[in-house]
């Protein structure tokens, strides 16, 4: 299984991410990427392959920007090239998600999306959720990044872990989860920090919040906002993790 980490903070995201993928590496992948958001633009590389793959095209071309996700790629649909590793963008490249899980509706999805003149260029079922969001975010809809997530996962069947960052509103990465794949937040002084994994983040922080399944989070520098998928209020409490981290390591 394959995994997600996001950071938004005063740190760089780039090495961050890069390290705490590495730590996600003992779940299996086939191909990693990341974007970031640096002045208002949004940034990104993948590749197949292992991370040290993805960090030696980052040392020729890197990502700068305080805000970032990243994703390891374990192939559902489509085979394991650069062009269909994540992160996944809309048509103007404007926005980016990453995705654990699969999207069962996703050629019916893809139809529509198609019909109403989006380009697709991946042949992942993970490609459709970066373009339903660029179809409610040119809608409109109130309450920003995080409604468009909500209204267009409310049209997806299937199971993901799910991350967002959008140019539009480059304070913020929107996180969703549903089915399956895990995922929880960090909250450390420089930042908060996404993962599908608490080990992988151990490194950067203790205060750990669980998202839940079929729950929604945007993720802000001042904290985290949780809610079900269709926005009801969630008040989750902060976990504190004790456990050292050489036991969360492989060899542990
Ligand atoms: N189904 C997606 C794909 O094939 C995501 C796979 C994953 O969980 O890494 O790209």
Redo the contacts with the bound molecule.
């Keep these: 299984?394959?995994g997600i980490v996001g950071y938004l903070g005063q740190q760089q995201a780039q090495g961050i991410l890069l390290d705490c993928l590495g730590r996600l590496e003992y779940r299996g992948?086939d191909s990693a990427g990341m974007a970031t958001i640096d002045a208002g633009k949004l940034g990104r590389q993948r590749c197949a392959g292992k991370s040290a793959a993805l960090q030696s095209l980052l040392d020729r071309h890197p990502l700068a920007g305080g805000i970032g996700i990243a994703?390891?790629?374990?192939?559902?649909?489509?085979r394991p090239t650069d062009n269909?590793s994540?992160p996944h963008t809309d048509c103007t490249g404007a926005l980016a998600i990453v995705?654990?899980?699969?999207?069962e509706n996703y050629s019916e999805l893809k139809e529509l999306m198609e019909d109403d003149g989006h380009r697709f260029v991946s042949q992942?079922?993970?490609e459709v959720i970066a373009h339903l969001i660029e179809s409610k975010l040119a809608a409109n809809v109130e309450g920003g990044l995080k409604a468009a997530v909500m209204e267009a996962l409310s049209a997806v069947q299937g199971t993901y872990a799910l991350a967002v960052i959008s140019q539009q509103q480059a304070d913020k990465i929107v996180v969703a989860r549903s089915g399956g794949?895990p995922l929880v937040i960090g909250h450390a002084e420089d930042g908060l920090y996404i993962s599908s994994d608490i080990t992988a983040i151990l490194h950067y922080t203790r205060d750990i919040q669980i998202l839940e399944d079929n729950e929604i989070a945007e993720i802000r520098r001042d904290g985290a906002s949780i809610t079900l998928l269709d926005g009801t209020p969630v008040d989750r409490a902060k976990i504190q993790i004790a456990w050292k981290q050489n036991a969360a390591d492989r060899n542990g």
């Design positions: 299984m394959c992948y994703h390891t790629r374990w192939a559902t649909h489509g269909n994540h995705h654990n899980g699969i999207i992942t079922d993970s794949p």
